[in-house]
């Protein structure tokens, strides 16, 4: 449906986006693009949108190339962060702008905005000018006036990161129920790895204008390719603690564990990755046990965030409501399966069985 060809995005000023990516998206997928600041995602969605023409590449929409083609004839509707809505006209006629220019006749506008205010609860509205809307109300306008167009391609960009936390979620829940309503194929960036958790059918993890990863919430987060998309993906972040490997004896602090599907390596420095929520306070017989010394704890709640040291590491564990005490050692158990190992270049270490299966 949309396919990226060694897509480059160079500035005047010489700073790369955008390093030669390749994606293919399906029709009706929502993929979100993610990424701290500066990784290339609000680039990559201005060039499909053709608000940024490209250094070099191609992008094609059901088989047409349309990077060579103006904005206005691709055939795509982009919901920006701050609404862009036209504060001197009502809902009515900013839902209705797009269509009467292109000489869509006034039965057909009137029918087409009557639906998309039902789907999105915004009738009441439709009189009132912009700066007389809430956030959400504007955002869910916002939503309107691209669907109303009836695109081959949604672009989302950060569209709820001007909304409050619980507006944020309900508006997240809209989006969903809306995308799988209407099966138009989105592109969603953000930088809230919640969101893209929440909402994607697969994530793009980018970083310093490169993919790291491609895959579904479920597979970045819990195969993370890198010590980037782990630690990136996941909040709070991966533990990260220096290990050693030979020949499937995993060596932490003076623990050693015998890791059958990692046999094959031979002696090497890794960095082992201890995601918080599965360094559980239950003793298991097979695990890898931590020892930490307790120095702060966050209440979250139904659980918290217990910090400390594993011998000079820091280390983080989501417990359930317990009132331990600062200084006291608490013993940490981790299941084999939990287990991350990345080399020294932070690259995941597949294990022997995994290889085989592919």
């Known amino acids: 449906m949309l396919e990226m060809q060694q897509l480059v995005k160079t500035y005047e000023n010489g700073h790369q986006a955008v390093k030669g990516i390749d994606l293919n998206i399906s029709q009706g997928e929502f ?36 990077d060579t083609v103006k904005p206005a004839e691709r055939d795509i509707a982009m919901v920006f962060q701050n609404y862009a809505l036209y504060p001197h006209m009502t809902v ?12 869509v006749d006034k039965a057909e506008i009137e029918n087409k905005i009557q639906d998309v205010a039902k789907t999105l609860k915004i009738e009441d509205y439709l009189d009132r000018k912009p700066s007389k809307l809430s ?32 507006l944020r979620a309900h508006m997240r829940l809209q989006i969903k129920k809306l995308q799988r309503k209407l099966a138009v194929t989105s592109v969603y960036v953000t930088h809230d790895q919640v969101e893209a958790m929440t909402l994607a059918d697969r994530i793009v993890v980018l970083n310093l204008g490169e993919i790291e990863q491609i895959g579904t919430p479920s597979e970045v987060y819990h195969q993370p390719a890198s010590t980037f998309v782990a630690s990136f993906m996941g ?22 564990l015998f890791i059958p599907e990692y046999a094959h390596l031979s002696d090497q420095e890794i ?18 046990k931590l020892n930490m010394k307790i120095s702060v704890i966050e209440p979250l709640g139904p659980n918290q965030l217990v910090h400390g040291k594993f011998q000079s590491q820091s280390i983080i564990a989501v ?11 608490l013993q940490l158990c981790v299941e084999q399966k939990n287990l991350h190992l990345f080399d020294t270049q932070g690259k995941r270490i597949q294990a022997l069985s995994s290889e085989k299966s592919q």
């Open 235 to 256: 909040s709070p972040a991966m533990n990260f603690l220096s290990s050693r490997m030979i020949k499937g004896q995993l060596i932490v602090g003076d623990q050693t």
């Open 319 to 329: 417990t359930p409501e317990y009132p331990f005490d600062i200084n006291q050692n």
């Open 135 to 166: 956030g959400g109300q504007r955002q869910r306008v916002a939503m309107g006036r691209a669907i109303v167009r009836d695109p081959q391609l949604f672009l989302f960009d950060e569209p709820l990161s001007n909304l409050d936390a619980a």
């Open 271 to 288: 960095t082992l990755g201890v995601r918080p929520e599965h360094a559980e306070t239950t003793l298991l017989h097979n695990g890898l």
């Open 31 to 66: 993929i979100v693009l993610v990424g701290p600041s500066g990784c290339g995602k609000s680039s990559i969605l201005r060039s499909i949108a053709g608000l940024e023409s490209i250094t070099a590449g191609e992008i094609h929409l059901n088989g047409r190339r349309v």
């Open 92 to 103: 009515y006629n900013n839902l209705a702008y797009g269509l009467k220019n292109r000489g």
